[in-house]
C-alpha cells in the first residue's frame, strides 16, 4: 500500500472516531460542552474500541475488526440520538469545531513531514513498542499475546498499543507504516487536545492559552539545549545526536550515591552515579519510540480538562458526567499506569472541590461513582495485569516488616538514599515553565504582603515558609526551596480567589506539580531498578504537563491583565519572544540532527529500511506477516537488547509480526515485565536456554512443549552483523532438513539466508 493511501485510510479512520466521540464528548464536559471538538478523536478512539474489547476480556468473545466497526456505528447512532435532541449547535459550537479540525490537520501534517525523515523502527526500544503494536494489530483476544513470551499474554500498560491497532485494523494497514502512523496521530492529538484544555480553563484569553499550551507542553523543549549552545557555541549543534543535546536533553538529573566505608576507612561499598530519564514530549516525539507515556498523552490531557472542567462549572457534575470521567479517568491505568493516581487524583479532587457548592452526602456519592465505574469498567485489565513491583522484606525496615499495610507499603515505596536533586538540573529540565508561572504568582500575590501584616490567619503561612527553608537548607534539597516559596503563593491564590478564577487555577496547577516533585525528592516507586530513575521519569513527565498548561494560562492572563500597561506590555514581549527563542533551541536543533538535517524524506514504512541490510529478511519477515496462522508460535533464536546499533535489531520477526516466540532479547524487558510474576519469571532463562539449544541439538520435546509452529533461520541465527555487546557469540547450526521433515516440518520459504519450516 502506499505512503498516501495509507495516509488517507487512517486519517479517514480517525475521522470516524472524532464522529462517534464527539456527542460523548459533549456530554462529559457540562458546560464546557462547546470545547469537546478538541478532544474528540482521543475519546471516540477509546468508545469504539471499548465494548469489543472488554467482551474479549472477560469472555471468549472474539476481538474482530468488525466488531469494531459495528462498535463505532452502534455508539454514534446512540449518541447522536441523545445528543441531537437536547443540544442546539451554536455558532460557537460550529467554530469550536472547524478550529479543532483545522488544528488537527496542520498538526497531523507537521508531524507526518517530520516522521518521514526518521521512519525506521530502529534503535532503543523501538522494536519492542512494535512488537506490542503488532500483537495488537494480530490479536483475536485480549489481552494480546505475548509476542517474545510464547503462550503467555501481555503483562504490561497495553491500551495505546491495542487502540492503534484497532485504528490499524480498521484501516487495513499493517505494522510499518501503522507504527509511524500512530506517532503522527498521538502528536496531532496531543497538541488539539491541549489547546482544548487551555480553552477550557481560561475562556476569556482562550486563543493565546491555547497557541502557547501546544507550544509550551508538546513543541518546545527544556533548558538543555540553550544552556549548550551558551556553553559550546556551534559546537552545540554540530555534535551528533546521541552526544550532543539530542540524548543528553533526557539524562539531566545524576542520583550521586555515596560510597560505603568499612570502620578501618577503606572503601566496603564504592560510590555509584545513576543517571535517571528526564523525558519531554518533544524528545519522545523526535526520538520516536511509541511508549506509552507518549501513546496515552492525549487521553492523560482529556482527564486533566475534565478536572478543570468539573471544578469550574456552576453546579456540580452530574452522575452522567461522572460516569464518564471514571471511564476516561480509570483508562489510565491500562494506557499508563503510573499516570492513573495524579490525574484520576485531581478529578477526585475537582469533585471535592464542589463542596462550596453541595453537602458531603452529594459529593461522597459522586466519589464513590467515578470509582466504581473505573473499577467495572477496565475490570478485564485489573485482573489480567499484575503490577511489576520488585520490593521484598529487604526494602522494608526492620521495624516495620510483618507490620499490616506498612510492611506492604515499604515494599512497594522506597526511600531516598542519595543526594537530592540540584537547582540548576531542576532549572536545566523546567527552567521555562517555572519562570513564566512564577511571574504570574508574583504579579497575582500584590496583596499578599499586606494580608500577611494585617491577619493573623496568615501568620501560618510565614511560619510554615521558615521551616520548609530550614528543612531545605537541613536537608540539603534546594528543590524543596524551589517548588515550596511559590508553591506557598500558590495555596494563598487558591485560598483567595478560588480555582474558578485564573489566578487560583494557575496556583493549582503549580501546587499539584510542586508536590509531586517534592514526593520523588524523598520517594520512589520499587520497581525492577531499585532506585528512583523510572519515579522520576513518568512523574516529572506529569509534572511537565501541568507546569506547562500552567505556564500557558499564566501568559495568557499576564498579557490580558496587562494590556492597557505600556511598560509591562514591553516586558511580556520581550518574555514572550526569549520563550519561543529558548523553547525551540531543542526541537529545531534535535530534529536536524536526528533527521540528518532532513536530507531525505523516507517515507512511512518503518520495516523498509530492513532490505537495506538484508534482502532476504525482508522477504522472510513478509512471509511471516502473510502466511502464519492466528494464534501460532515461530522460533527464532533469543538476542540482545537494543542492539545492534544502526543494523537490524534482534528478534525482529516476532518484533515486526507479532507471532510470538519463545523468548525475545534475552528476556531482559521480560524480566521486568514479570517482576511481580514469580513463576513466569523464573522461566526466562530456561527458556532461553532451551531455544538457543534447539538449533544445537534439535528436540521434539521442545516442538511441542511450547508449540512450535514455524522455525526462523536466518542471519542472526547464522552469527551475522552481531554486535561486539552481544552475548550470543557463536553461530547456531541449521536445523537438518531431513530431520524437521520427520518431525512434520517442511521449508516452507527460502530465500538467500532465509530459510522458515512450517508445521505440517
Sequence with gaps: MSDFEAVVRWYLVLAVAAAVGLPIGIFLFGNAWRRAPWFARPIGMLSLFFPTWYLSGISSFPFTTIGLWISAAAIAAIAWFFVVKRVSFDRNFLINLASAEVATLIAFLGALWLRGFTPDILNTEKPMDAAFLAASIRADSMPPLDPWMSGETI???????????????????????????????????????????????LPRWGKIAAAASAFLVIIAGNMVGPVDVLKNGKAAWDIDWWRGMGWNASRVVYDNVPAVLNPDGTVKVPAISIQTINEFPAFSIILGDFHPHLSALPFVIVALALAIGIARQPRIAGYAQIVGAGWIGGALYALNSWDLPTYFGLIALALLWNLRKTGWRQIAIRIALLCATALVAWLPFLISFTPPLAGDSSTVPSAFRGVPILDTIFRIIGTNSWEYTSAGEFLKIFGLPYVLICMALVVAARRLPAELQESKAMRPIAVALVLLVLVALLANAPVLILVGLP????????????????????????????ILIT?????????????????????????????????????????????????AQSVLAVVVAASLVLGLVYPVTSSIRWSNEFAEWRGLDGIAYVG???EDELAGINWIENNARKGSTLLEAPGCSYQPISRIPFDHVSAFTGVPTVMGWFGSHESL???????????????IEAAQGFFQSPSVEFLDKYGIDYVYYGIYEQGEGQSPQCEMAEPLPRPDDKWMADHGFTVAFQQGAVTIWART
Design 612 to 614: 537495506n541490510f538484508s
Design 155 to 201: 503483562n504490561y500498560y497495553y491500551l495505546g498499543y491495542a487502540l492503534h491497532g484497532a485504528i490499524a485494523r480498521m484501516s487495513g494497514i499493517t505494522l510499518g507504516q501503522a507504527f509511524n502512523l500512530a506517532l503522527i496521530s498521538t502528536t496531532a492529538m496531543a497538541i488539539v487536545a491541549i489547546m482544548g484544555a487551555a480553552l477550557v480553563a
Design 519 to 567: 514526593l520523588t525528592e524523598f520517594f520512589f516507586i520499587q520497581d525492577h531498578f531499585h532506585n528512583r530513575m523510572n519515579t522520576l521519569f513518568k512523574v516529572y513527565y506529569q509534572v511537565w504537563l501541568l507546569w506547562g498548561l500552567g505556564a500557558a494560562l499564566s501568559l495568557a492572563w499576564l498579557i490580558g491583565t496587562m494590556r492597557k500597561r505600556v511598560a
Design 673 to 687: 515485565w514479570r517482576s511481580g510474576e514469580t513463576d513466569l519469571k523464573a522461566q526466562i532463562q530456561p527458556r
Design 487 to 514: 508553591g506557598a503563593v500558590a495555596a494563598w491564590l487558591i485560598a483567595r480567589y478560588s480555582i474558578e478564577r485564573t489566578e487560583g487555577l494557575i496556583g493549582s496547577l503549580f501546587l499539584a506539580g510542586a
